[in-house]
Nanobody
Framework: QVQLVESGGGLVQPGGSLRLSCAAS????????MGWYRQAPGKQRELVASVTIGSSRNYADFVKGRFTISRDNAKNTVSLQMNSLKPEDTAVYYC?????????WGQGTQVTVSS
């Protein structure tokens, strides 16, 4: 029983900021990789950022220094600080966690960047 619960989504003006958080709970106390994906209408789900249990970070090119991913291994949480948001960032953002060969997903949180 693994659950990933996202929070922090919402409506924000262009240039604004949001902080997404994901809390993992269940039978797995830690994950090798945790990350954030997003899916805009009509588009494929794409990786935004990921971080390993050793805190190695990987970012999609479109982040361009605007987003920061971090995790707390003790709390089994991962967050995504999103700054300088653009309308094209509008999407459902999903938390993802990997352990061994398993991959777990949250239900997603809507981020809308619009004036």
């Amino acid at each position: 029983q693994v659950q990933l619960v996202e929070s922090g989504g919402g409506l924000v003006q262009p240039g604004g900021s949001l902080r997404l958080s994901c809390a993992a709970s269940g039978s797995i106390s830690s994950f090798y990789v945790m990350g954030w994906y997003r899916q805009a209408p009509g588009k494929q789900r794409e990786l935004v950022a990921s971080v390993t249990i050793g805190s190695s970070r990987n970012y999609a090119d479109f982040v361009k220094g605007r987003f920061t991913i971090s995790r707390d291994n003790a709390k089994n949480t991962v967050s995504l600080q999103m700054n300088s948001l653009k309308p094209e960032d509008t999407a459902v953002y999903y938390c993802n966690a990997k352990w061994n060969f398993a991959s777990f997903w949250g239900q997603g949180t809507q981020v809308t960047v619009s004036s």
